[in-house]
């Protein structure tokens, strides 16, 4: 009886500007492992391996067998690791191989902690290079589930025809669900553009980006996104729409997922928890890529076709430029203690406000990255621009009128933004109250001076409970006060010393800058 000998085994290795990839061997079963544990969490709502119960012996099992797929023509798989290190980033493979029709299917996955940095789309652009050119076909398709924008915003980046959806093409967490189906021929251009090897160089970031708070505002979303539309391409700018949500009663979402289906451009942050207008933007400039960004709030009242004149201002050296509205449509009671109100802020901050500026605003990226180093827990955009200090101007900008919906600012909720920026960029309060401690102190040893003299020299009685008694609650109702100043002003310390994350992302829709909870 002859003994075969075992067969030589498969090697291949294909480099790439970032990236370098290579078949599987037994000696990377622990690398491997350790890459799919880091990405369980990540992919499990795409790939079926991805559960709790994936196992060590599993993974194992898999590298074994990749030698065997390979020479069958079942799978070609390739590791991935960048230029400069040995990690495994993930994978990148072919399968569903038609030796007769020339056609296979586009695999891939990455670690998260590598992705969004070019990855994937370098890895996948080698290997479909390479199997056009040695395995000869003619034909690559990339299957996605609707719901996995990533790997469509992959397959266009790479220059793959997106030729329509299948319905309940796969199974998807148990579930079966439309795909989304992208095509490469051998005709077309299977490298990516130099871009998109490079995310974060200049030209792929849009010209601009348009920031939108949102709660609420499901009736007000699509014609808000038809204006921007419209005013921005005007302006023959690239741009992207990035609205912010967090807790909503009614379609918002929705409404969202389905504006970007039809716009690309539009794009969405869903937040976890409510934290307000403010924190929905500081969201929001975090997932911004634009080279300069417009803050605008989503129920019309900022009208989109103020944005040129806006932009111009900008491009004409300034780094922040301000709408300011001649008129609000407010009633005339809410201007009247608007008004006062913005003039108490402007006396005991050390900040100034404008009655009429609105937080409808373009800024500069460098005005922007400079926010983003402020880790406050309750931000104050408004008054963090004015701390940053970079030339700015202000234009004449439209009122327009709220369609639908109601607002969300409360008289409250009004009262609490102007008390958290009150005590953001001022110590005035304390000093008032160290003022009102000292002339009540010397009111009362007056007071009690006369009261004294009168006893001694005129005979007159000493006043009885009554007037003890109102002092004493005088003077404690004083001591409560400061005492409540300055405990509001040492939670405020307590809760930045936490260092909580300023917002949890529960949701993205469409293609974002890595937006982290902070």
């Avoid at 729409?241 to 009614?250: G, M």
């Avoid at 940053?388 to 202000?394: G, L, S």
């Avoid at 409360?410 to 102007?418: D, E, G, H, I, Y």
Wanted: proline share 4%; glycine share 6%.
């Amino acid at each position: 009886m002859t003994t075969q000998a075992p067969a030589e085994r498969v090697h291949l290795e294909l480099r790439g500007d970032g990236v370098v990839l290579r078949t599987v061997s037994p000696e990377d079963r622990e690398a491997v492992w350790e890459a799919e544990v880091a990405s369980l969490e990540e992919l499990k709502p795409w790939f079926w391996w991805c559960h709790p119960e994936h196992t060590r012996e599993r993974s194992a099992g898999w590298v074994a067998s990749r030698d065997d797929a390979w020479r069958k023509g079942q799978e070609y798989s390739l590791l991935v690791r960048a230029t400069d290190s040995e990690r495994v980033l993930g994978c990148v493979f072919l399968n569903a191989i038609d030796k007769i029709s020339l056609r296979g299917s586009l695999g891939y996955w990455i670690r998260p902690d590598a992705g969004r940095k070019g990855v994937a789309t370098e890895a996948s652009a080698l290997i479909v290079k390479w199997a056009f050119e040695a395995l000869g076909l003619e034909r690559i398709e990339i299957v996605a589930a609707v719901a996995n924008e990533r790997s469509q915003k992959l397959a266009e980046r790479l220059g793959a025809r997106r030729e329509g959806v299948a319905r309940k093409r796969l199974r998807v967490g148990g579930v079966s669900t439309d795909a989304v189906i992208y095509a490469l021929l051998k005709d077309d251009r299977p490298e990516p553009p130099a871009a998109a090897k490079r995310p974060g160089a200049a030209s792929d970031a849009p010209a601009l980006s348009v920031v939108v708070p949102v709660r609420n505002e499901e009736k007000n979303i699509p014609e808000l996104s038809r204006r921007v539309d419209a005013s921005v391409r005007g302006m023959g700018l690239a741009y992207e729409l990035v609205f912010v949500t967090d807790i909503n009663t009614d379609r918002t979402v929705d409404v969202l997922r389905e504006t970007h289906a039809k716009n690309p451009n539009v794009k969405a942050v869903k937040l976890a928890d409510g934290r307000g207008q403010h924190v929905a933007v500081v969201a929001g400039l975090d997932a911004s890529r634009g080279r300069a960004v417009v803050v605008m709030d989503g129920d019309l009242q900022d009208c989109p076709e103020d944005i040129p004149r806006l932009y111009e201002r900008l491009q004409a050296g300034f780094d922040v430029v301000y709408g300011v509205k001649e008129k609000k449509n407010d009633s005339a009671l809410r201007n009247f203690f608007s008004r006062r109100f913005v003039a108490v802020m402007n006396a005991l901050s050390d900040q100034r406000l404008d009655h009429n500026t609105s937080m409808f605003r373009v800024m500069s990226r460098r005005t922007v990255e400079q926010l983003k180093r402020f880790r406050e827990s309750e931000p104050s955009v408004t008054g963090l621009v004015t701390l940053i200090n970079f030339p700015t101007d202000r234009v004449l900008v439209t009122s327009g009128t709220r369609q639908a919906g109601e607002t969300n600012y409360s008289f409250m909720r009004q009262v609490n933004l102007a008390i958290s920026f009150l005590l953001s960029f001022s110590t005035k309060p304390l000093r008032m109250i160290s003022v009102l401690g000292l002339v009540v102190a010397g009111a009362s040893f007056v007071y009690l001076l006369i009261i004294l003299l009168q006893a001694l020299f005129i005979g007159v009685p000493v006043a009885g409970w009554a007037t003890l008694v109102s002092l004493v609650t005088f003077l404690s109702g004083v001591q409560m006060l400061a005492i409540g100043l300055i405990g509001v002003y040492v939670g405020r310390i307590f809760v930045e010393s936490k260092r909580r994350p300023l917002y949890i992302v529960e949701e993205r829709i469409g293609d974002l800058a890595e937006v982290a909870d902070r």
